[in-house]
């Protein structure tokens, strides 16, 4: 299906931009870019309220181990923000610092294993 000789004009090929930008980046993507973690936060608490039971979805406690019953909103996709109600967990800050470690080691330990399977890679060519 080609066209010879077929000038696309400037116009045509802006719209043909546009439309592959759309493609790729959707426009919840580009608003979530221009928001601060703030908002975001704000509106992830609009969407997805605290457990009525008041229980910690890190350690399934009310209270945490310092007697703590508040709790924070945590983004649990290593601090890849959306507006996703999953990506988030309501935790004590105590167990935040914990999820926060975990996931640390947890990442630390994905780049060791995929430097490893490099490593295995180029032994075997
Ligand atoms: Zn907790």
Redesign the pocket.
């Known amino acids: 299906m080609t066209k010879k000789g077929y000038k696309l004009t400037e116009a045509h090929k802006k719209a043909i931009g546009d439309a592959q930008r759309g493609e790729n980046n959707n426009n919840w993507q580009t608003d979530i870019k221009d928001m601060s973690i703030g908002t975001i936060h704000k509106r992830v608490r609009m969407i997805k309220l605290k457990p009525v039971d008041g229980k910690?979805?890190?350690?399934?406690?009310v209270k945490?181990?310092y007697g703590i019953t508040k709790?924070h909103l945590v983004n649990i996709r290593d601090h890849y923000y959306t507006l996703n109600p999953d990506d988030y967990q309501y935790?004590?800050p105590?167990?935040h610092i914990e999820h926060q470690n975990i996931s640390r080691e947890k990442r630390k330990s994905q780049l060791d294993y995929w430097l490893r399977q490099q490593t295995i890679n180029l032994k075997s060519k």
């Open positions: 910690c979805e890190y350690c399934h406690k945490s181990k709790l935790m004590h105590a167990c």
